[in-house]
């Protein structure tokens, strides 16, 4: 139960590194997502807003920034590569620049809710599962989760088939910006605080337990549950 709390946030970056793995994707740029997301939910916190209003802000930024990711794939045709490497060194640096590159201490509203354990277990689990839960059936069950398979396996042929290449590709970096926060928020209620390092090598993790998890870096093939969390576990392990 401690390595599964403990690598909860890492499982969450994973699981939407694993969506950009299947379409034959990366995003180097999630650990940067990260740190502005949590730079932005940390600075609604000190200024006394909600943590339902800094949760939601914290999803938008990341949302965001991985529109920016997409926009530039499916606008210019960049690789992914370079497009989530400039984008990880521009995340950082407007993180740096907006905290100055100084800590933010989180108020305590936020680790005492960070500390609860419904059913003895605690809250992060419960969101690692539940991300878990909606990306194994995002995949199995709905057309865009086939699509991403499809495209990923032989992007040519899913084209000729009518499949819409672009709109898959937006979907699955929204989704991984979106988890990038999430697992942003997850970690940063455990810490207790935003430090200018937070988030640094964390892609590195992410496709690490993807990877080790059966997800092939050529697209196509691989899985949430069990994978991607089996990788997970070992990585925290």
């Not at 006394?48 to 939601?56: D, H, M, S």
């Not at 910006?177 to 928020?185: I, S």
Request: some cysteine; aromatic content about 8%.
């Amino acid at each position: 139960l401690l390595i599964l709390n403990q690598a909860s946030y890492i499982g969450i970056l994973a699981v939407g590194m694993t969506l950009v793995l299947l379409t034959a994707g990366i995003d180097l740029s999630v650990g940067s997502i990260m740190y502005l997301s949590a730079t932005v939910a940390g600075l609604l916190l000190q200024a006394g807003q909600p943590i339902a209003v800094a949760l939601a802000a914290c999803l938008g930024t990341g949302a965001l920034f991985g529109a920016v990711n997409a926009f530039f794939i499916t606008r210019f045709n960049v690789i992914p590569f370079v497009v989530t490497l400039a984008t990880l060194i521009a995340g950082r640096g407007l993180g740096l620049a907006v905290t100055r590159s100084e800590s933010l201490t989180l108020p305590n509203s936020l680790f005492t809710l960070s500390s609860l354990r419904p059913l003895g277990v605690p809250v992060a689990v419960w969101v690692f599962a539940g991300v878990v839960l909606l990306a194994t059936l995002f995949l199995q069950l709905t057309p865009l989760g086939r699509h991403i398979y499809a495209i990923g396996n032989d992007p040519e042929a899913a084209e000729k088939a009518g499949l819409d290449r672009k709109r898959t590709v937006v979907a699955v970096y929204v989704i991984s910006g979106v988890c990038a926060a999430l697992a942003a928020f997850v970690s940063i209620s455990q810490l207790g605080i935003v430090n200018p390092s937070f988030g640094e090598g964390e892609e590195l993790d992410a496709v690490a337990a993807a990877v080790l998890g059966g997800t092939s870096l050529f697209g196509g093939v691989g899985s949430v549950f069990p994978g991607t969390v089996l990788g997970t576990l070992l990585i925290q392990m």
